[in-house]
């Protein structure tokens, strides 16, 4: 019998982490083993889980890819790990693998298709979520001649069209997409948002909407798709010219802030980055002198999320890291400025 595997895709801060943290509380005693990750080279999200306090968190059950986007190492990490997962005494029940937020999902169903792990594991189906709210908000709209006349106000738009592209091929590969963060918008909104996926997902995906990641596992996981003998089925963008994804329209890097003694000021100064130099997302940890709890800060666009996970480990060393995730022309020396960092580690 194949181990399932549920291929989680979606834009940056849709909210995928906090979906999986919502699987894990209500796994109902079923194994699942996590393949996480990441864009940049800190990890942010496997810290994250780790931070979250519920039981399966912990270091045994949790591998992190951090070498790229998952489509792009298949041959070279991705299959040595899947082999590692399959191969253990205790196998998993059910595998979740949490794509970079700018990976395409389709390569990564074809290389189940690979001898070493096709006849041993399934695509139980790939999920796709969505922030509904931005969806809300007239991101990634389907009208080519709204999005033209928007870059022609706003020279710097032209960084949406291969998040447009992105976005599409996330829904054109879904077999489940979840609108999620629908607090707080109108019933009328949320009909608009489900109407603009639908028009672009295949017939047969199932659309529901959700908040904060709150996703049955009864939902999520069990859907049988086989994914990986249907990809004919699943268009891409990339499909009829035969083009790689390229990771070159984004960039990463890691910014070193050092001890923040005022949370609320920082993020002040960081919101007024992110309008300024057009990020798309940072994601990291903040040392609060006084607190001994490590400070978690997650933005996406203009919204931003700050709270305390966990107290500070004796062995760890405190420090202020941010993953910052922005176009690739990014003025990086003029947001570490603006920041006040003198410095930042290596990035991508």
Excluded at 172 to 177: E, F, G, H, T
Excluded at 288 to 316: H, N, T
Aim: include cysteine; charge should be negative.
């Amino acid at each position: 019998m194949k181990i399932p595997a549920t291929v989680i895709t979606g834009f940056l801060g849709a909210g995928k982490t906090t979906l999986i943290r919502h699987l894990l509380a209500n796994a109902n005693g079923a194994r699942l083993a996590l393949v996480i990750n990441e864009f940049g080279t800190l990890g942010i999200d496997r810290d994250i889980l780790e931070g979250c306090g519920i039981t399966g968190c912990g270091d045994s059950e949790i591998v992190e890819l951090a070498n790229g986007c998952l489509c792009c190492t298949v041959a070279d990490e991705f299959l040595p790990t899947m082999a590692r997962l399959i191969e253990r005494a205790d196998p998993p029940d059910h595998i979740v693998i949490e794509t970079s937020g700018l990976a395409l999902p389709k390569p990564l169903v074809k290389a189940f298709q690979w001898p070493d792990i096709r006849s041993k594991v399934t695509v139980d189906g790939v999920l796709a979520v969505i922030d509904a709210h931005a969806v809300a908000e007239g991101r990634f709209a389907d009208d080519a001649e709204a999005i033209a006349a928007e870059a022609d106000a706003d020279p710097a738009i032209v960084h949406d069209a291969p998040l447009k592209e992105l976005f599409e091929d996330q829904l054109m590969c879904a077999d489940l997409v979840v609108l999620n963060k629908t607090d707080g918008i109108t019933a009328e909104a949320l009909a608009a948002v489900r109407a603009s996926v639908e028009a672009v997902a295949r017939p047969a995906t199932k659309v529901i909407a959700t908040a904060f990641g709150a996703l049955d596992p009864g939902v999520a996981l069990g859907l049988g798709a086989a994914a990986e003998a249907d990809l004919a089925g699943r268009r891409s963008n990339h499909d009829a010219e035969g083009a790689e994804h390229d990771h070159d329209d984004f960039t990463s890097f890691i910014v070193e802030a050092g001890p923040v003694a005022d949370p609320e000021a920082f993020a002040a100064t960081l919101a007024a980055v992110i309008a300024r130099h057009d990020v798309l997302r940072v994601k990291g940890f903040l040392d609060v002198p006084e607190r001994p709890m490590r400070c978690v800060l997650q933005a996406v666009g203009s919204r931003m999320d700050r709270y305390y996970d966990r107290p500070w480990r004796p062995s760890e060393t405190r420090a202020s890291r941010l993953v910052i995730i922005a176009a690739s022309d990014v003025d990086r020396a003029a947001v570490l400025a603006d920041l006040g960092c003198a410095a930042d580690a290596e990035g991508r």
